[in-house]
């Protein structure tokens, strides 16, 4: 109602955020007071968004994965998160459609941005993943997916891919749909809910 531009947030920022993501006006200017309030100059740098994913993973190495998820976030490439990069985000992780969970993931996996998945990309990202998972809890992993080449393989298999094939994002999407074995492969942490990409909601 009238003027409701909170803080610095736009009205086309807002607008574009209630058509994307699922939150009220009400909540996203809650949310952007308490961005800011975290981040006064309105943007997330990828060492602060680093140091956001040490904290909650304080024995692992989470820095490598860290740095993908924010290039995946970056939709506009300038090395910072904007507010609304930062929703979306947000939104994407924790609420989104089982869809645009997967699109998500889709940009995750693919490194490079060129449109598809290779071999060599999934195995970076799931080489990040590892440095997350304690090395007790690799101990019990099955023997075919207990080193990252490994499951970069398994997962390569399950998608029906030669070593030197590419992966589209219509492929990777209904692969993950038609297999929860690649979906549980793809995560970092396969043996609980919390953060997971369920596909069912
Ligand atoms: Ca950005
Ligand atoms: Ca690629």
């Excluded at 009205?11 to 955020?17: A, D, M, T």
């Excluded at 140091?51 to 910072?80: E, L, M, W």
């Excluded at 989104?96 to 969970?101: D, L, P, S, V, W």
């Excluded at 075919?144 to 499951?151: K, L």
Aim: proline share 3%; charged share 30%; with cysteine.
């Amino acid at each position: 109602m009238g003027n409701s531009k909170s803080g610095a947030l736009s009205r086309e920022i807002l607008e574009e955020l209630q058509l994307n993501t699922k939150y009220t006006q009400e909540e996203l200017c809650t949310w952007y007071q308490s961005f800011l309030k975290e981040c006064p100059t309105g943007r997330i740098s990828k060492q602060q968004f680093e140091d956001i994913y040490s904290k909650f993973f304080p024995d692992a190495d989470p820095k490598s994965y860290a740095q993908h998820v924010f290039r995946s976030f970056d939709s506009n490439n300038d090395g910072t998160l904007d507010f609304k990069e930062y929703m979306i985000a947000l939104h994407m992780t924790s609420s989104g459609k089982a869809n645009q969970k997967l699109e998500w993931a889709f940009s995750l996996y693919d490194v490079d941005g060129n449109g598809t998945i290779s071999k060599p990309e999934v195995l970076e990202i799931i080489m990040a993943i590892f440095k997350m998972i304690n090395v007790e809890d690799q101990k019990h992993l099955p023997e075919d997916e207990n080193t990252p080449e490994r499951r970069t393989h398994k997962i390569w298999v399950f998608f029906g891919k030669k070593d030197h094939d590419k992966l589209t994002e219509g492929e990777f999407i209904q692969g993950i749909m038609n297999n929860k074995e690649i979906l549980r492969l793809i995560q970092f942490e396969p043996q609980k809910d919390a953060g997971s990409w369920d596909t069912q909601s």
